[in-house]
């Protein structure tokens, strides 16, 4: 199965929002209201949580059925931070396309290049 970078994106939004106090977590198999994502199975959810935790952008553990999560790991905020607007998002994914592939680093990189850029333009600094 391909890696579907608009399903991690919206995964990432919907497992920030989940309340999971410190020291606790929660399993998630995939098809749970709180991560259901419009046009999306429930084992395609599954397969994505599991590239998340060992892409590295979860703090949790492989449960075999599901994903035990703590938080979003910090790669997971950054990566989230960088592609969160929504028009940042559409000229990344417009770009990467254009160069013909990516990795979730270079979205990420080309995304903060992106919003780099609006900052300057806003402020004026360099």
Known sequence: MRRDMELVRSLLLR?????????????????????AVDGYEPDVIALHLFMLLDGGLLKGKNMGQGVMMTD????????????RDGEVWRRTKDGATR?????IGLLGDLAKAILKGEIVKHTGLP
Not at 15 to 35: H, K, M, R, S, W
Not at 72 to 83: C, K, Q, T, Y
Not at 99 to 103: S, W
């Open 72 to 83: 979003l790991s910090w790669a997971g905020h950054e990566f989230l931070d960088s592609v």
């Open 15 to 35: 497992l920030e929002e989940v309340n999971i106090p410190p020291g606790a977590n929660i399993t998630f198999y995939g098809y749970e209201d709180e991560i």
């Open 99 to 103: 160069a013909g592939g990516f990795t």
